[in-house]
T-cell receptor, first 114, second 115 residues
Framework: KAGVTQTPRYLIKTRGQQVTLSCSPI?????VSWYQQTPGQGLQFLFE???????NKGNFPGRFSGRQFSNSRSEMNVSTLELGDSALYLC?????????????FGPGTRLTVT | DQQVKQNSPSLSVQEGRISILNCDYT??????FLWYKKYPAEGPTFLIS?????DKNEDGRFTVFLNKSAKHLSLHIVPSQPGDSAVYFC??????????????FGKGTHLIIQP
């Protein structure tokens, strides 16, 4: 079974631009969660999508948004990029919603904002 | 305020010995705990989990112990192997609350297995 895939793997953007990251979950998994990893803050929960609906969102500004498609694939968007948005963005999928199910992570997208 | 703490940024253990990684949490609502392992340039890989109704869960060389009264959990790896060298993350969630807040992670412990 193929794992979680994320595209692109690396991205360089400049301040003020916007970016869209993509995540394809494991086949049959209906929940997709997004996390941001930085050296200072560690891994932080961004949001979770299930059945094309956002279930909850972590403590991030409205510049961070996402969506989920009917095939469970998900995208996250960051608008008006700031230097502090430089991070590894990880997507995780699980069978059902909520964290009672193990989450399986993709390799991440490394975003650098200059 | 960090709700999940891994107080040892790194740990060095000899091959064949036991590795013990520790994790403390402060949120009483957490009732489901997981350990993930991460190699450089890869996403975290799920290792083992434990529900708050148990105090021990074992899977091969990996055993997780949960002490609810102390709000402490630990991961034991026996015997330690060179391939175990990685960063280990402790994570927690409020499963009974629907887990809608995602996983809360510690900042990780870098385990180094020395030959």
């Amino acid at each position: 079974k193929a794992g979680v895939t994320q595209t692109p793997r690396y991205l360089i953007k400049t301040r003020g631009q916007q970016v869209t990251l993509s995540c394809s979950p494991i086949s049959g998994h209906r929940s997709v969660s997004w996390y941001q990893q930085t050296p200072g803050q560690g891994l932080q929960f961004l949001f979770e999508y299930f059945s094309e609906t956002q279930r909850n969102k972590g403590n991030f500004p409205g510049r961070f948004s996402g969506r989920q498609f009917s095939n469970s694939r998900s995208e996250m968007n960051v608008s008006t990029l700031e230097l502090g948005d430089s991070a590894l963005y990880l997507c995780a999928s699980s069978l059902e919603a909520g964290t009672g199910y193990e989450q399986y992570f993709g390799p991440g997208t490394r975003l650098t904002v200059t | 305020d960090q709700q999940v703490k891994q107080n040892s940024p790194s740990l060095s253990v000899q091959e064949g010995r036991i590795s013990i990684l520790n994790c403390d949490y402060t949120n009483s609502m957490f009732d489901y705990f997981l350990w993930y392992k991460k190699y450089p340039a890869e996403g975290p890989t799920f290792l083992i989990s434990i529900s708050s109704i148990k105090d021990k869960n074992e899977d091969g060389r990996f055993t997780v112990f949960l002490n609810k009264s102390a709000k402490h959990l630990s991961l034991h790896i026996v015997p330690s192997q060179p391939g175990d060298s990685a960063v280990y993350f402790c994570a927690a969630s409020s499963y009974s609350g629907g887990g809608a807040d995602g996983l809360t992670f510690g900042k990780g412990t870098h385990l180094i297995i020395q030959p």
